[in-house]
Nanobody, 114 residues
């Protein structure tokens, strides 16, 4: 079992930045990690992925603005979010996967508003 705890969410003005963190209770170097988001009334959306080999992929809506990274020594996944827009407002969830094992964090709220 792996517990994931997200942090770093908050309220920011359009054009601002936030850095989300996802701290795992155990080693996750072999896991693929994802950040998802879900806004009220919307389906959950895959935002960014990083593999165990550090290959990254992004939703078109965040390309060039968001960056996912990992620090395996700290068992932590990050999401750097720049040039934030009101449409980025959502609860952001960390997810990790290795073969048939899947784990989710509880989520952190990001609100982009003037």
């Amino acid at each position: 079992q792996v517990q994931l705890v997200e942090s770093g969410g908050g309220e920011v003005q359009p054009g601002g930045s936030l850095r989300l963190s996802c701290a795992a209770s155990r080693m996750i170097a072999l896991y693929t990690a994802n950040w998802y988001r879900q806004a009220p009334g919307n389906q959950r959306e895959l935002v960014a992925t990083i593999t165990d080999g550090d290959i990254t992929n992004y939703a078109d809506s965040v390309k060039g603005r968001f960056a996912i990274s990992r620090d395996n020594a700290k068992n932590t996944i990050y999401l750097q979010m720049n040039s934030l827009k009101p449409e980025d407002t959502a609860v952001y969830h960390c997810h990790i996967q290795f073969k048939l094992l899947h784990y989710w964090g509880q989520g952190t709220q990001v609100t982009v508003s003037s």
